[in-house]
Structure formats: C-alpha cells, structure tokens
C-alpha cells in the first residue's frame, strides 16, 4: 500500500512517524510525499491538550471529502490520541479504519493487510478473528473501553509505581474491529491496536529520515513517562518510562554521522532519568559525544528534579554538547508547583538555574510554562512572572491549562480559572518573555559564534541561516558558505525571534 503520514505534537511524535515509516517499508508498504498518492492516511497524534485534539478531529472530518473522491482512501490515528481515546474514536470518526497506539506500531503491516484485504462482506470474519484473540474485542464494541485504573484516592497520584499497566495491556491487548452501526451495514471496517508495553523501545528498528535536511536528526533514547504531573496525559497515553539499550542509541548516532548528519538530539520525556544497567544519562551523553567533536549533540527534556551536577560535569568537558538545556518550570508558585505534582519548588529550580550557570555560563535556558491552573490565584501568577524575571529565559513555551480526561486533576481539582483570565495571563506572561527574548538578543550583537548551516532563509535565497550552540537561529549572507558546513558568524543585529550575522571570512 502506498502511505501517507501526517504529524502532529512533540519532536517524540516526529521521532516515532520515523519509526512507523521503516516498519511500514520494511514490510514492503511505500511511504509517499503527497496526499493525493496515497491508499493511506496515517496521522499520528497529539493529546497533550484538547485544541491539539481538536485539531486533529477537524483534519479527520476534511479528509472525508477526500475519501468521497477515493472511496478506497482509508485513514488510520496512530499515537496519544488513539491511545487516549480507543473505540471512542472509531464510533466518533466513522471514516476512521485504524486505531494504534504508541506501542503497537509494530502490528501496523499486519492491520495494514486486513484493513486493505477486508471488504464490507468479509467484515465480520476480522471481528470472528479478533475476538477470539483478544479481551478487548468483545462484542459491547460501542463501549469504551477503561483505559486507566480507577483509583480515587489521594495516595495514587505522584505514586511511582505502575499504573497497573499489565492490566490495561490484557483490556486493551487485542485488535478490535469497529461495530457495526444499528442495522448492521459495516461501511469502515475498523481495527484497533492500543495495547501499551512495559518493554518496547524500537531499539532494532533503524528509523527513515522523513523530510531530513540531513544535518540533524532526532534519536528516541527511552519511551513513556511516570512523573504522572497531575495535569498531563502522557503517563496515561504512552505507558511507564523505559530506556533503550545504549550499544543500539550509539550504532544509530554513529550510522547517522558516518551519512554526514552534523546533530543528534536524544529525546525522551524525562532524558535525565534514563538507566540501563548501569548506564544513565551522563554515560550516554559522554559515549554520544565521544563519536566525533564535530557531531553536536542536544538533549530534551529535562525534569528539573533530575537534573544532575554530573550531567552539567560532562556538559562542561564535551564542548559539542550543545550549551542549551530545555529545563520546564510549569510555575513559579510553590503552591502550584505541589498541586501539580512537579516534586520540586522555586528554591529548588533556582538552585538548578544556577548551576547551570556556574559549569556552564555561556549556556541558553528554555522552558515551558503553564499559566491558569486550577485555583492559581493572580498572586501566585504573579510567582511565575517574578521567576520569568529573575531566569531571562531566552525562549519560552507558554500555554494555559487545558483538562485532559482521567488526569489527577481532572479527578480531584476543578478546573475554576474562567478561560479569559488564562488568556490574559498567558498574554501578559507571553509580553514579558518577548520583551527578555529581546533583551537577551540584544547583548549577543558584537559576539562571534560557530553556526550549523541548516539551509535557506524563508524570506531570501540569497540568505543562509542555522544555529549556534545555544540553539539561537541566526540568519547572513550566503556568500560561498553551504547547508551542513559549521561557519563562523558575527551577530550583528536581532528581534526577539532571531539574531542577523555576517560570515566572518
Ligand atoms: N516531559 C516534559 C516535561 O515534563 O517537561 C514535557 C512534556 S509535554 C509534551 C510538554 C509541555 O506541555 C509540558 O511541559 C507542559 O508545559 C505542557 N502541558 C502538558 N499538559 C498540559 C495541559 N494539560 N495543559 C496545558 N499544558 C500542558
Ligand atoms: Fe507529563 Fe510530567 Fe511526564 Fe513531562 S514529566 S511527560 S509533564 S507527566
């Protein structure tokens, strides 16, 4: 079959279309570049907050008038959102065929095959087969299915342990065909496969570089997440934190270098609590480092209570690790902070903050923040633009609180900041970190930095741009310079966005 993939969300999504594209050819399918080529829609997804969900479900119901023009054209939802949301969304999305979530990525060829093999007579054979191989294909399919443990106690949220994933595995573990509407009429034979693993990394499949400049490329070095932050999802959708073998994170690195990639970034939900055996993140990054000193190497996302000192240790020795870390604050009240379950306060952050400027001074800080969550009062936002102030992020990604579904605080706290006052939060929030983007910009004018050609500048050919260290985006003159050369710039000039350099000859 020839395969469309559309992606939406984080850099892990993007990492995992990667993955999905090498299974799907490895088993022969074709992964093509324009919609209009395709048998296949697959869109990976993005649950993280409810406009991203929207989103998603408008681009599922543009695409029917796609499908009225090419009735074989089936759409399949891979990632959180079909991991959140199960049959719900087969019996929402009706010109849906596929459901597969994070860690069934594996079974696509096969699902692939029957939903490609299956017509509308033969429909109910793939439900005959399916409920014989699964608990979760039982005939009540318009149900959906529980998808988390239904612990209402206050003791289950920061807890560490498993959120009784074995058990969400044997509910969710098989392939479920879609029901047939009242009248039994099966129009979109539908399949699901959401089963999530407390052992699958990808760790053997070498991802195909979708839309690669072949400069930089992302490597997934653990999968899920465990923090359980009382306002996020992820736990929920992409299973318990388990980390890649690292032989098989440095065989890619290596492969990627030796194909001429200039950059890796290792990506993982919380990469300072990566362990194998007896290696963790420091190790990782030092052996990552060690391949070449012209391959750069950047890292997300860090959990501010792991971030550790040996971490900023091997930083300080490895000059091509990258002087940027992406360091989520949420708050800077310590209320806030204990209600989301971020198992930190300011004191504690600020004390990250400054060790990161005392290994590494000339290191770029990011963060992501959350403005209105439930009952943040104007004093405590008040926290968050006092610690805006006293850091000068040089980036910074602002959004407000959006319910997710199933989350401690959708079970235990109410949701009680009226939407206009979180956006003017997040206004007032966004006007501040302009204003330091631009500040900050402002004092790199005169100074000299070794930049990654990445390619041509939006607005001109006649214009280069890449980045430093610091992740900071520079744009100059091309002259003789090329994508994937390392060229010395001078900054010249900058918005709050972008710094302007000449190459320096
Ligand atoms: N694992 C990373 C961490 O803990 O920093 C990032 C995970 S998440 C994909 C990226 C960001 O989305 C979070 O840092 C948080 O600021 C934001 N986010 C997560 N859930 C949210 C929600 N329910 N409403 C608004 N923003 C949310
Ligand atoms: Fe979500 Fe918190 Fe895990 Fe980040 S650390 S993915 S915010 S639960």
């Not at 681009?59 to 499908?67: H, I, N, P, S, T």
């Not at 900023?312 to 360091?327: D, E, G, Q």
């Not at 204003?435 to 607005?459: C, F, K, M, P, T």
Request: aromatic share 6%; hydrophobic share 35%.
């Amino acid at each position: 079959m020839r395969v469309f993939l559309e992606t939406y969300g984080c850099q892990m999504n993007f990492a995992d279309s990667e993955v999905v594209a090498s299974i799907l050819q490895t088993a022969g399918h074709s992964v093509v570049t324009e919609i209009g080529d395709a048998d296949v829609v697959l869109i990976n997804t993005c649950a993280i907050r409810d406009n991203a969900e929207q989103r998603i479900r408008h681009r599922v119901r543009e695409l029917r008038a796609m499908q009225a023009r090419n009735p074989r054209l089936r759409i399949g939802i891979l990632g959180c959102m079909a991991e959140r949301l199960q049959s719900q969304l087969m019996a929402e999305e009706d010109n849906v065929s596929l459901v597969v979530g994070p860690d069934a990525y594996r079974r696509l060829p096969e699902l692939l095959q029957r939903i490609g093999a299956v017509t509308h007579s033969s429909v109910s054979q793939a439900a005959v087969d399916s409920t014989r191989s699964s608990t979760f294909g039982s005939p009540n399919l318009g149900e959906q299915p529980e998808m988390l443990p239904a612990s209402d106690t206050a003791s289950d949220r920061g807890s560490h342990s498993s959120p009784k994933l074995g058990e969400v595995a044997r509910r969710a573990g098989g392939v479920c065909p879609k029901p047939a509407p009242a009248g039994g009429v099966c129009q979109t034979p539908a399949l699901a496969a959401v089963e999530l693993s407390t052992t699958e990394t990808y760790a053997d499949i070498e991802p195909v570089r979708l839309a690669s400049n072949g400069i930089s490329a992302y490597i997934s070095i653990m999968r899920g997440c465990q923090n359980y932050c009382a306002y996020c999802v992820v736990p929920y959708t992409r299973g318990r934190e388990r980390s890649r073998d690292p032989e098989t994170i440095l065989r890619e690195a290596r492969t990627l270098y030796s194909q001429g990639y200039k950059e890796v970034t290792l990506l993982g939900q919380n990469v300072n609590s990566y362990r194998h055996a007896d290696v963790g993140f420091p190790q990782l990054m030092e052996a990552v480092a060690g391949i070449a000193p012209d391959l750069r190497v950047r890292f997300a996302t860090s959990h501010p209570k792991d971030l550790s000192d040996d971490l900023l240790r091997v930083m300080a020795a490895h000059p091509n690790i990258c002087r940027c870390i992406h360091l989520p604050v949420q708050s800077g009240s310590d209320r806030i902070l204990k209600l989301m379950n971020r198992h930190y306060d300011s004191a504690w952050y600020l004390g990250r903050i400054d060790a990161i400027r005392r290994y590494l001074p000339d290191c770029s800080i990011t963060t992501d923040v959350i403005v209105g969550f439930c009952s943040e009062t104007e004093e405590e936002f008040q926290a968050t633009l006092d610690l805006f102030r006293r850091v000068r992020y040089d980036y910074a990604y602002m959004f407000k609180y959006s319910l997710r579904p199933d989350t401690y605080a959708a079970r235990h706290l109410a949701d009680d900041i009226p939407d206009a006052v979180k956006g003017r939060r997040l206004e007032e929030l966004i006007a501040l970190q302009g204003q330091i983007a631009l500040e900050n910009n402002r004092l790199e004018v005169g100074r000299d930095y070794e930049v990654l050609v990445e390619g041509e500048s939006h607005r001109s050919k006649e214009r280069l741009f890449g980045r430093n260290s610091q992740n900071k985006v520079i744009v100059f003159d091309r002259r003789d310079a090329r994508p994937g050369e390392y060229r010395r710039v001078r900054v010249t000039d900058c918005t709050a966005a972008t710094l302007l350099g000449d190459l320096i000859p």
